[in-house]
């Protein structure tokens, strides 16, 4: 370690780079002849593709299409990875995302090959460890909650919504009372309309009052026989916890709706508080944000979602059953909304959310909440000085910042998450949530240790010091990365979707 990387922890100022290569793309590199694969002979007589497939479905030849050698291509993504910022690198407080550590002994059982290698075709009588495994996290992640059911099938938390939306629909249709909106609050998460408005149901949105929350009497006045359920998260996208959640959940079953709860945020209070206990009939859980596992991407996800007795005939199916000291698929269901995903979700996912729960166990698992309720708060008494708290109400997982401040000399929200670039640290969730203008959402988890979480409240305290004393230096950030900072406007508007050559 060299003498200013050794100082960097100290100085939050000091930002070492490596060797660094303006990588081009594969298709300005290489050169005519150049191949990465070696075949052998074609031993039978060759023939033409046309002669083989429709003109329509063969495509046409690429321009320009980069011929390489096998050590060009693996340089090259290699090279490309290591400009990656991952959470197996450093600190990522995206709030509202979770963005915590994924223990690697994970990944390593998820690997076995008796689970990598099962086939989700093999009959049941083949595939009763697997299948037992399902089952026992559809039972741990019911005494977490509190809900007397859960599915494991839908493959990311907007498609657990989805699921359970669907559960709503077939509860009120088969009470022949079909009900045509849901209510949200105006913080809800982007997804909860979406997932709404695709099971035919018209949107009212719910203001927040003076603390952030929901306003039991608003509520009240809104609530009606119309109304098939209302969508809410707890804690909310605010990091806070919605006080009259009792009130809330009473309000709406009077009148006969039912109540959804966005897990995003069960990170803050899992192994805590129950959400059955406060009257949630539809729950779903994003197990790459509270159970560890990978985090998306455009990869294998889960949410699984969780439901009262009174929901429990409209489960997708199959569900697993242990009977008789066997485990089964059950797809003998007449009122199930049917199958939300391929075989019975993202088994992998699945395992690796099992090995989580497992390890750490029931205290385990409080302690995760508490963790990360402790370094949000740190951050946020730690930052209160410097940025504008536009709630000041108690948080839980994450605090929520603008740049009220620092706007008086011009420095924006993005700004300051462009400049923490520079300072090493990914920046956190910017304007969002929309009811806090300019929003600045930092969630820490529980994962970071405090010499790390020191280190980012310095370099924001150091943002903020410089956004006074030289606001100027901020419209150019970040200086240091491969690439600095692009024209967002003109690349959202103007698009290039496909390589040319120049």
């Not at 996290?137 to 938390?157: F, N, R, T, W």
């Not at 309000?251 to 508080?273: F, P």
């Not at 090995?355 to 963790?371: D, F, N, T, W």
């Amino acid at each position: 370690m060299n003498k200013n990387t050794s100082s960097q922890a100290n100085d939050s100022s000091v930002s070492v780079r490596g060797l660094v290569f303006n990588e081009p793309l594969l298709f300005e590199m290489g050169s005519p002849g150049r191949t990465a694969h070696s075949l052998p002979k074609c031993d039978v007589p060759e023939v033409e593709l046309e002669a083989l497939l429709p003109a329509e479905e063969i495509r046409d030849q690429i321009e320009n299409f980069p011929e390489l050698t096998e050590l060009d291509v693996v340089r090259h993504f290699t090279r490309l990875s290591q400009w990656n910022f991952s959470i197996d690198t450093n600190f990522y407080p995206l709030g509202s995302c979770t963005m915590k550590y994924n223990p690697k002994i994970n990944n390593e059982l998820a690997a076995l090959p008796g689970f990598a290698h099962h086939h989700p075709y093999t009959p049941e009588v083949l595939s009763q460890g697997s299948l037992q495994l399902m089952f026992e996290l559809q039972e741990y992640l019911k005494e977490i909650s509190g809900m007397d059911h859960v599915c494991l099938q839908p493959a990311a938390g907007a498609h657990g919504e989805l699921a359970g939306m669907l559960m709503i629909h077939a509860y009120h249709a088969a009470k022949g009372t079909q009900r045509k909106k849901i209510l949200l609050p105006d913080s809800a998460h982007g997804t909860n309309p979406a997932s709404a408005a695709l099971c035919g149901y018209s949107i009212t949105q719910i203001p927040s009052d003076g603390r952030g929350l929901i306003d039991p009497k608003k509520l009240e006045a809104m609530m009606d026989e119309d109304t098939a359920a209302i969508m809410l998260t707890n804690p909310n996208t605010l990091g806070m916890f919605e006080t009259d959640i009792l009130k809330i959940t009473e309000i709406v079953h009077k009148k006969g709706g039912l109540v959804y709860c966005d897990g995003a945020n069960l990170n803050a209070v899992m192994g805590e508080t129950k959400m059955g206990n406060m009257g949630i009939d539809v729950l779903h859980f994003n197990l790459h944000k509270t159970f560890s596992t990978p985090h998306g991407g455009g990869g294998p996800g889960a949410g699984p979602v969780g439901i009262t007795n009174q929901l429990e005939p409209f489960l997708p199916v199959p569900v697993i059953e242990h009977t008789k000291g066997q485990y089964r698929l059950n797809t003998d269901r007449p009122q199930s909304i049917g199958k939300m995903k391929a075989f019975f979700g993202n088994f992998g996912i699945l395992l690796r959310a099992y090995a989580y729960i497992r390890s750490l166990g029931p205290e385990g698992i409080k302690k995760v909440a508490q963790m990360a309720v402790l370094n949000a708060n740190y951050i946020k008494a730690s930052l209160t000085n410097d940025y504008h708290l536009p709630y000041s109400g108690p948080s839980l997982h994450e605090c929520v910042f603008n740049d009220k401040h620092q706007l008086k000399n011009k420095v924006s929200t993005m700004d300051i998450a462009k400049m923490l670039i520079d300072y090493g640290f990914h920046p956190p969730t910017v304007y969002f949530p929309l009811i806090v203008k300019g929003a600045l959402m930092i969630e820490p988890t529980e994962t970071e240790s405090k010499e790390t979480i020191d280190q980012f409240i310095a370099a924001m305290k150091e943002i903020a010091r410089r956004a006074k004393e030289d606001p100027e230096s901020f419209h150019d950030a970040p200086s240091l990365p491969v690439v600095s900072r692009p024209d967002e406007t003109a690349a959202a508007r103007y698009p290039r979707l496909r390589w040319k050559p120049a």
